[in-house]
């Protein structure tokens, strides 16, 4: 099993909305990671995960919030979003936060719409 | 530091015709150089990798690409053009952060035409 499966595929919220994106792995993988990318451009990184730890955030701001209840599953929670935060939120894992030339396997996206 | 740079952000070929995205990268140490594709509304695949084994890499879909040290490139290339590649592609590089991570190109989309 070499998937990433993302829930949900689309979500449309308002600025006061609570809502939060589901990310599974079960290829035993110790690395996730969530994307954020805009229309016609490159994803960009938001946090990495290592060993179920927070290791890296890109400056992102509080409205995003990450959590990894265990080595299998990534959440983002999203509390007050602009506009502007509309985009595809990409997730995705590698096999070892430490191997320099792992492959990273993404899932489909969440297309998430603020209103 | 390590980055990438896409040359063209869209290329156009006929289908049949050879296909060649272009990608230089700038790193202070031997990199890990990758190609991922993009069909649209989804997430990124992996085409291929280097690694510092062979030079020539070959990878899924017929698609290849060279690691040339001289030039600093890794271009991506397939000898025929098929519909189904009409994507975006990028090209990335890993930078150790003591968490290694990826630094995407700006990517490039390539059309097919018939």
């Known amino acids: 099993d070499t998937e990433v499966t993302q829930t949900p595929k689309h979500l449309v919220m308002g600025m006061t909305n609570k809502k939060s994106l589901k990310c599974e792995q079960h290829?035993?993988?110790?690395?996730m990671y969530w994307y954020k990318q805009k229309a016609k451009k490159p994803p960009e990184l938001m946090f990495v995960?290592?060993?179920?730890?927070?290791?890296i955030n890109e400056s992102v701001p509080s409205r995003f919030s990450p959590e990894c209840p265990n080595s299998s599953l990534l959440n983002l929670h999203l509390h007050a979003l602009q506009p502007e935060d509309s985009a595809l939120y990409l997730c995705?894992?590698?096999?070892?936060?430490?191997?320099?030339?792992?492959?990273?396997?993404f899932g489909p996206g969440t297309r998430l719409l603020v209103l | 530091a390590q980055s990438v740079t896409q040359l063209g952000s869209h290329v156009s070929v006929s289908e049949g015709a050879l296909v060649l995205l272009r990608c230089n990268y700038s790193?202070?140490?031997?990199?890990?150089l990758f190609w991922y594709v993009q069909y649209p509304n989804q997430g990124l695949q992996l085409l291929l990798k280097?690694?510092?084994?062979?030079?020539l890499v070959k990878g899924i879909n017929g698609f290849e690409a060279e690691f040339k040290k001289s030039e600093t490139s890794f271009h991506l290339t397939k000898p025929s053009a098929h519909m189904s590649d009409a994507a975006e592609y990028f090209c990335?590089?890993?930078?150790?952060?003591?968490?290694?991570?990826?630094?995407f190109g700006t990517g490039t989309r390539l059309k097919v035409l018939a």
């Open positions: 995705a894992s590698s096999p070892n936060p430490r191997g320099g030339g792992e492959t990273q396997y």
């Open positions: 290829m035993g993988h110790r690395a």
């Open positions: 990335a590089v890993i930078k150790n952060s003591g968490t290694y991570k990826y630094i």
């Open positions: 995960y290592s060993y179920e730890k927070l290791s």
């Open positions: 280097y690694t510092s084994a062979a030079t």
């Open positions: 790193s202070s140490v031997p990199p890990y």
